[in-house]
């Protein structure tokens, strides 16, 4: 007999989505590869997925749902075993996060999560040395997730100047990510402004921060440092966030100077650049 690897459904997200897929797969009499013919995969990934040595996307997931008729059951796990993937330290504030009513973000590094394009995510983590990239790409994506709702949460981001030079991935990842940030022009919930250089010293030199708002429960403050992130509810630290905020926006350019200034980035910095030899030409 094969020798079947027993999961524990109750040590993790991912263990039981592994063990509720095999049972389904049974229940329905389908064999790994069979049940990958069904949804365009192959029955090794499917044996993965089971054995939580691969994971499952949310179209992998939507596309079980379908051919297994569960009713959504994977496409609602597939939010939980993705938020499992996030590091221990992270997976507070992503709940704080996804439960926001109102997100205000100063980023002096990196564009806000929720803003990355994947391959500008997958630059980013893998800077890391994550075990599972992949995964914590997955997990990065479903967070952007958020504002695809019917109400999202309204969201700030002020990013410095610094972000838009800062050349991760390489030319065509920063061209899609500028891109996207100026996908956000006009848009009714989110608002994205540049910090510009000539703004000089300003009142968050020490770093990011998120500033979190709810409808009933404290405003939250959100900090990170090398290996840890940091929440506090302090109603003291709450109003110098807030001080320094609107010190922030004050300072930054208008929503459309910044997507002036983006664009102009865009194409002066990321733009095609010719050939040598086209160069050489007079």
């Excluded at 997931?61 to 939980?80: H, K, M, W, Y």
């Excluded at 990239?133 to 969201?155: F, K, S």
């Excluded at 090398?226 to 922030?248: D, S």
């Excluded at 004050?250 to 990321?270: D, F, K, N, Q």
């Amino acid at each position: 007999m094969a020798n079947i690897q027993s999961l524990d459904p109750s040590a993790s997200p991912l263990d039981y989505y592994g063990w509720e897929l095999r049972r389904q797969r049974e229940a329905h009499g389908l064999k790994q590869g069979q049940l990958g013919d069904i949804i365009f995969c192959t029955g090794s990934l499917i044996g993965q997925i089971e054995t939580t040595k691969k994971i499952p996307t949310r179209d992998f997931s939507e596309r079980v749902d379908a051919a297994l008729g569960t009713d959504g059951v994977f496409s609602r796990l597939i939010g939980l075993v993705l938020r499992s993937q996030l590091p221990n330290w992270f997976q507070p504030y992503a709940e704080m996060e996804a439960k926001a009513t109102y997100i205000s973000t100063y980023q002096a590094q990196v564009v806000y999560g929720l803003l990355q394009t994947e391959e500008y995510a997958r630059a980013v983590l893998a800077t890391g040395m994550p075990d599972d990239l992949d995964g914590l790409v997955a997990a990065r994506m479903e967070r952007q997730r958020i504002l695809e709702r019917e109400q999202p949460p309204l969201a700030w981001a002020i990013l410095d100047e610094a972000v838009l030079h800062r050349p991760i991935g390489g030319p065509e990842v920063m061209r899609g990510q500028l891109a996207r940030l100026l996908e956000f022009t006009g848009h009714r919930w989110m608002r994205v402004q540049v910090l510009p250089n000539v703004a000089g010293e300003h009142a968050s030199l020490a770093g990011s921060f998120n500033l979190l708002r709810f409808e009933e429960d404290p405003d939250v403050v959100y900090t990170e440092d090398v290996i840890a992130g940091h929440m506090t509810a302090n109603p003291e630290t709450i109003r110098e966030a807030a001080r320094r905020y609107a010190h922030l926006q004050a300072a930054a350019l208008s929503v459309e100077a910044s997507a002036a200034l983006i664009t102009r980035v865009m194409e002066e910095r990321y733009g095609e650049q010719p050939r040598s030899e086209e160069r050489t030409v007079a």
